[in-house]
């Protein structure tokens, strides 16, 4: 069944399910661990991963698929810029990641 965006147009489900796969991949493996690091119990740490990456999921399903546009072409530049501004927020993300070794 192909995911259908709100017009009912098919849409590319990979870069949904690359997102998706990811965010569960860090939030259910750094998540415990990291609460776990600031004092919080394990099942509170599993239990508050799940939920986030419940609303990552949820963020990810309205922003990739609801509302995509699959005939709209994204200019190079403007791919490009993007590129550029995930970079610091992706070394913020090993940054924060890293938080747990250093306290615990």
């Known amino acids: 069944m192909p995911l259908?965006?709100?017009a009912g147009v098919?849409?590319?489900p990979v870069p949904f399910v690359v997102v998706v796969g990811l965010a569960f991949m860090i939030l259910l493996s750094f998540g415990p661990l990291?609460?776990?690091a600031l004092g919080v119990s394990l099942e509170t740490g599993i239990t508050a991963s799940a939920a986030l990456f419940v609303l990552a999921a949820a963020a990810a399903f309205y922003r990739q698929v609801w509302n995509a546009d699959p005939d709209a072409l994204v200019p190079s530049a403007l791919r490009a810029q993007?590129?550029?501004y995930l970079i610091p927020?992706?070394?913020a993300l090993i940054v924060a990641l890293a938080v747990p070794l250093l306290v615990g």
């Open 34 to 36: 990291y609460g776990q």
């Open 82 to 84: 993007r590129l550029f």
């Open 10 to 12: 098919p849409v590319d």
């Open 4 to 6: 259908r965006n709100r």
């Open 89 to 91: 927020i992706l070394t």
